[in-house]
């Protein structure tokens, strides 16, 4: 059979199984929130033009408006200065090829739950890399926290110094773009830096060394506690906004459901 025959086929049969990991985009979804002095991301806003109604008397659609980076959304490398330079760093511009990738899982949950500002150390990556080999170059590494579950205020966990949810150190973020060249970096939350990255020494250190490299980021994932921690794939194709930071997404992930070594032959 032809590799995509190959495909088909486990996808058919359910070898392979497919899983959302994206948010339902609605009006009430979170948005990141900045200092009142700086320009905020809208919410997304939907408006009714007809509903099988004298508007539109036999058919249904809406206007939808919303900012780039609201939902489950795809960070270009454009999207922070230091990556303002790089080559083909806007979503209308991003290499094909790098919207089908291999992902690793860092399970987060346990220090997460813990500990709102949880961040995620080299140290842990490297004890991770123990139990489930080297993270391949050019994948996703996805740091999973169960955040995906909160709703809401829970879910921005604002407090009056800004948010509070958890992220990768500065050290463990250059650490994965410069020792093991991943493709991007995932979380469950608003940002892929911590709530209180902006503290950082660099401030917000993923978005400095992920997009400086022409890396990307994914945030508000959801679902990741369905992901093997290696062996998925995820298809991440942002949409062609002309020279856009970034976009909402869906974010599908190829899972294998059973080890094909171990099946008798036929
Ligand atoms: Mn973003």
């Given at each position: 059979m032809s590799p995509l025959a190959t495909l088909l086929s ?257």
């Amino acid at each position: 059979m032809s590799p995509l025959a190959t495909l088909l086929s486990a996808i058919a049969t359910g070898t392979i199984r497919i899983v959302d990991l994206t948010h339902t985009l609605d009006e009430d979804f979170p948005t990141i929130v900045l200092p009142p002095e700086m320009a905020q991301s809208a919410p997304m806003r939907i408006e009714r033009l007809s509903h099988y109604d004298a508007a539109g008397p036999a058919w249904y659609w809406n206007n939808i408006s919303i900012g780039e980076h609201t939902g489950t959304h795809l960070d270009a490398p454009a999207h922070w200065f230091t990556g303002r330079d790089r080559p083909r760093g806007t979503v209308d511009t991003l290499p094909t090829e790098d919207m089908i990738a291999p992902a690793c899982v860092i399970d987060c949950t346990q220090a997460a739950a813990r500990e709102d500002d949880h961040l995620l150390t080299r140290t842990a990556l490297e004890a991770w890399e123990a139990h489930h080999g080297r993270i391949p170059e050019r994948s996703w590494v996805l740091m999973r926290t169960d955040w995906g579950r909160r709703r809401g205020a829970a879910f921005a966990n604002l407090r009056t110094d800004g948010a509070h949810t958890p992220g990768p150190n500065a050290d463990a973020i250059r650490w994965l773009v410069e020792a093991r060249g991943i493709l991007g970096f995932g979380t469950e939350t608003i940002g892929t830096d911590a709530g209180q990255a902006g503290h950082f020494d660099p401030p917000y250190p993923a978005h400095h060394y992920l997009h400086g490299a022409g890396r990307y980021g994914l945030q508000c994932l959801t679902n990741l506690h369905e992901l093997p921690p290696t062996g998925s794939v995820l298809l991440t194709a942002p949409l062609k906004i002309r020279a856009g930071s970034g976009s909402p997404l869906r974010v599908l992930a190829l899972i294998p459901t059973r080890d094909d070594s171990q099946r008798k032959p036929t």
